[in-house]
């Protein structure tokens, strides 16, 4: 796998992180990845990342579990083996709609848990680069993808005067272990940038 | 602060279409009043005060709902809903004056009419009696004229008490004093308590005892537990269409600057997720009554399922589940105007469409049609509502500026 190199900023608070971004972007620097420690809103929307579309994948799991409910019931109870259960019709769909609806769920919850977890690269045996381990803590930190052009040292000077409290360059290895992502950030033109 | 367009101005084209729209139900109910009210058959009239009836009922509690909207948010410390606040705190204004209208026609049924009328069947206690209808004489206690008439004052009242009183303390975001730490915690404080009063006495009502009292004891020997709350999940998701009907058209206006995208998502949510909660109470109550198969409890949705009312029984079905489940659901939906603009007037037609079935369903068993009558008692409810809440948003500024909570709501992003 090839290894990259990496400038990463550290910020203390959202409010200079988010004009933060703005400039880096505007500065024509790709921005690889910013890990919080929580969810911050609107941040998506200020890297121009595209919609992610798990919801997508959600639903078409979701119908399969329908189908594979409502299938597999009325195969076997209204087709290939019918009973009578207190006089009900064979088909007895208002009965069965609690199972198809949590197969439902199941499918789906399960099938975005999986899905999530192979866009995020995450498995058991998949070993992860954390860039600053306080990310997780109370860190803003902001990983700047450096190419063979970047000048390191003007880019680290760069994000220390938009309010970085802490910068270093990191190598590490960027590539997706199946398929690939990264390809779908917007250009800064592209997108309307608001900063809160 | 930049000056923004805070003061709302009733429009001329809104005041002639809301007197349209009133004069036209006018019209339609004393023309109804002539063609069933005077009638000497007692069914003739009970048709024509059942339409009053669930009509104004219908819309009182939609208009309710703003004022549990308004309070829910508070309680919860919500500050997102805080730019377009004055909306349904204007919508609630309708509450004591449909209120007024439910109140006449309830007791016009309880009182005037009495024994006669079969809307009620327990008002007839020598009928029970001779038939040996045990079921409902054992709920005398409750299912009475006096009780009734209690009830009715105490549930209209306070829903317009409270209701007032937070449009009241909402009067002072308006005053610069807020911005004083001390004075906006007192604030806060006080709007808490106010709203939770209403919410426990929005329970005690909406929540329980009212649907039991004014809809579900049109079937007196039936019940269902899961009745009052699927009333109050239909006039929520109801309650809600229309407040974003009113957003969105201040919106098209040029008002409510600080409402956007963000503010219509949330409020889309709302309609999405409580038209699920209104389809798992239906099929709640739908799936163990089937399930049971007990003569008394099926009573009721026999000639739903079965009946004339089959086609209305599903099609509510359709329009408050099956659209809103797969229109809503996408995100890009419930950021689009047009589209919830769409889903609004859909859902708010369902549901009407629900309280019609759910009263007329019982009173008028031979036939089921949406005759001239439902549709022009709707608009004369409709044209008061548009005249009054616009009169009602005409009367303060649209934004309450010192609201501690409204930076968090400019900056709101879902």
């Known amino acids: 796998m090839a290894k990259k190199k990496f400038v990463v900023a550290a910020f203390d608070d959202e409010a200079v992180l988010f004009p933060a971004v703005k400039k880096v972007r505007m500065s024509g620097y790709k921005i690889h990845e910013v890990y919080t420690p929580f969810a911050v809103h609107g941040l998506d929307y200020a890297l121009g990342l595209r919609e992610t579309s798990i919801h997508t994948a959600g639903f078409i799991y979701g119908i399969t579990g329908t189908c594979t409910a409502l299938g597999g019931i009325s195969f076997i109870l209204a087709y290939d083996w019918p009973l009578n259960f207190g006089g009900k019709p064979a088909f007895a769909l208002p009965a069965w709609i609690p199972i198809i609806f949590e197969l439902t769920v199941l499918f789906s919850a399960v099938g975005m848990v999986l899905t999530f977890c192979y866009l995020c690269q995450l498995a058991p045996f998949v070993k992860k680069h954390h860039f600053n381990a306080r990310s997780s803590d109370d860190l803003f930190v902001m990983v700047i993808e450096c190419t063979a052009k970047t000048n390191v040292e003007d880019l680290k000077a760069f994000v220390t005067s938009s309010g970085a409290i802490e910068v270093n360059v990191q190598e590490a290895e960027t590539e997706w272990w199946l398929g690939t992502y990264d390809k779908d950030q917007r250009l800064i033109k592209d997108s309307h940038v608001e900063v809160a | ?414």
């Open chain 2, 1 to 414: 602060m930049v000056a923004i367009k805070e003061q709302f101005e009733v429009s001329a084209k809104m005041r002639t279409w809301s007197l349209a729209l009133m004069a036209l139900g006018a019209i339609a109910i004393i023309a109804g009043f002539i063609h069933w009210g005077t009638s000497s058959d007692q069914h003739q009239k009970d048709i024509f005060w059942a339409t009053l009836m669930y009509n104004s009922i219908f819309f009182m509690l939609i208009c309710n709902a703003s004022m549990f909207f308004v309070c829910a948010t508070t309680l919860a410390m919500g500050g997102w809903q805080t730019s377009f606040r004055r909306v349904p705190e204007a919508i609630s204004t309708m509450v004591p004056v449909f209120g007024l209208i439910a109140f006449a026609v309830l007791m016009y049924i309880v009182w005037g009419m009495g024994s006669h009328t079969n809307i009620y069947p327990w008002l007839n206690v020598q009928g029970l009696k001779d038939e040996g209808n045990h079921e409902v004489l054992k709920k005398l206690g409750f299912l009475n004229p006096y009780f009734f008439f209690v009830w009715t004052v105490l549930a209209i009242g306070l829903w317009s008490l409270l209701g007032w009183r937070m449009r009241k303390l909402s009067d002072e975001a308006d005053d610069a004093a807020l911005k004083n730490e001390e004075v906006g915690k007192s604030f806060i404080w006080r709007n808490t308590v106010t709203a939770s009063l209403f919410i426990v006495w929005f329970a005690l009502t909406v929540g329980s005892t009212v649907p039991w009292l004014w809809l579900m004891s049109i079937d007196a020997n039936w019940y269902s537990t899961m009745y009052s709350w699927y009333t109050f999940a239909s006039s929520f998701v109801s309650g809600m269409s229309l407040i974003a009907l009113w957003v969105i058209y201040l919106k098209n206006k040029g008002y409510l600057e600080y409402t956007n995208e963000e503010h219509l998502h949330d409020l889309g949510k709302f309609m999405f997720a409580f038209s699920i909660f209104w389809t798992y109470l239906w099929f709640s109550q739908y799936m163990l009554i089937w399930y049971g198969n007990i003569s008394e409890e099926t009573v009721y949705f026999l000639n739903r399922v079965k009946g004339v009312y089959k086609g209305i029984f599903f099609l509510n079905l359709i329009i408050n589940f099956v659209c809103p489940i797969l229109i809503l659901m996408k995100r890009s939906t419930k950021r689009n105007y047009t589209m919830v603009t769409f889903m609004a007037v859909l859902i708010l037609f369902g549901h009407w469409i629900d309280f019609y079935q759910m009263v007329m369903g019982s009173v008028r068993k031979e036939d089921a049609s949406l005759s001239w009558l439902d549709f022009g008692v709707a608009a004369f409810f409709v044209g008061t509502m548009i005249f009054f809440v616009g009169k009602a948003l005409a009367k303060k500024p649209l934004i309450p500026k010192y609201h501690p909570f409204l930076k968090e709501s400019v900056i709101h992003h879902t």
